[in-house]
């Protein structure tokens, strides 16, 4: 074919359009977070004080609507008797939904903005639940033994797709909160089951799409607690401690990205100020706003003197281990505005309690 042909040059142009520039230095993306950015952002504002009325959050919903998946794609395969309803990670992908991002829109978008579709994302989302009770992110039951041994590099984090922690936090946050399942509830239950079945010795939980086992502790003690999981239970106390112990000096916590590729976790001997904010996030669902090391992760956090550009650049999201780790640019703000507004919620709390 020639390098002239439409079908080269056009996929030149789309390769071109992925060139950003990061310090003056340019990359190429592996694709656009549009749909993700926006989810995540429009909900860390409504969690923190702004109307799902607003003009900024109104806007954000109809950008996401427009974006639900209408076509039954891969996913169907497995899951054939579901109506399409997710959403992808890219603004121009419209046919490879996940779970995470269909969890993250739907936290976003008020039932009331438009309630069929947002049935239709709930619906959809519960079809995707594993026959192990967990949640993937793309596809369901495709966890063969047998896959992970092409031939291929990273053939187990590319080649199936498992539960994991991460995801199955994610969605039990978003069906505690926002739907109201809670512990008793069959889907619950059985996701529950696979994450405390599936915690490390140590008490922590490995995340597949962030970095890494600060990340899918993170998720998974928010994901229960959302649905009622008590702090008296001996794996969240476990993972209580496991946090606590890892938490740097000066208050911060970072993790390496090497931990996704020896699914061992690895300190990073410095913060970050994303990985703070997720663990201060995961402690303030089961500790009080004084406990010494909230007090000291929100110092690290609201003190803009103690933070390098490393602390803000660091990737936070994988990939593929031993491949590509991911910069998002809104993390450290989006992150951060959630934990501090968690504390502040917090102590309005016990203050009222007090009172």
Not at 173 to 189: A, D, P, R, T, Y
Not at 215 to 241: E, F, N, S
Request: proline share 4%; aromatic share 10%.
């Amino acid at each position: 074919m020639s390098r002239y042909s439409p079908i080269i040059r056009r996929a030149i142009t789309g390769i071109k359009s992925l060139v950003t520039k990061c310090n003056g230095i340019p990359y190429l993306e592996n694709s656009t977070s549009t749909v993700w950015d926006t989810a995540l952002i429009s909900y860390a504002l409504q969690k923190n004080g702004v109307t799902e009325t607003d003009g900024s959050v109104t806007k954000a919903a109809d950008f996401l609507l427009e974006r639900q998946h209408t076509k039954i794609a891969d996913w169907s395969v497995k899951n054939p008797n579901s109506v399409p309803g997710g959403w992808g990670f890219s603004n121009i992908n419209t046919n490879n939904p996940d779970c995470d991002d269909t969890a993250a829109v739907l936290k976003a978008i008020s039932r009331n903005h438009s309630p069929a579709a947002w049935e239709r994302g709930v619906s959809w989302l519960l079809s995707m639940q594993n026959n192990d009770g967990g949640f993937s992110a793309f596809e369901k039951n495709v966890n063969h033994p047998l896959i992970r041994l092409l031939p291929l590099e990273s053939a187990e984090d590319a080649a199936v797709d498992p539960s994991t922690a991460d995801l199955t936090g994610r969605v039990l946050h978003f069906l505690g909160e926002k739907v109201g399942f809670k512990k008793k509830h069959q889907h619950i239950q059985r996701a529950v089951k696979w994450l405390f079945e599936h915690q490390e010795q140590n008490g922590s939980w490995y995340g597949r799409w962030g970095v890494c086992y600060i990340y899918g502790t993170w998720a998974a003690l928010t994901g229960m607690h959302a649905c009622g999981v008590d702090r008296k239970h001996p794996g969240i106390q476990k993972a209580l401690r496991w946090l606590k112990s890892i938490q740097n000096d000066d208050g911060s916590w970072g993790e390496s990205c090497k931990s996704a590729e020896i699914k061992t976790y690895v300190p990073l001997h410095r913060g970050t100020i994303v990985q703070t904010a997720w663990a201060l996030d995961a402690l303030l669902t089961y500790e009080n706003s004084e406990h010494p090391s909230v007090v000291k992760g929100l110092q690290y956090l609201t003190d803009s003197s103690s933070h390098s550009a490393n602390s803000l650049a660091y990737p936070a999201g994988i990939g593929l281990p031993k491949q590509f780790y991911i910069r998002y640019h809104s993390y450290p703000y989006v992150f951060s505005l959630l934990a501090v507004g968690k504390y502040l919620d917090s102590i309005e709390k016990e203050t009222a309690n007090e009172t």
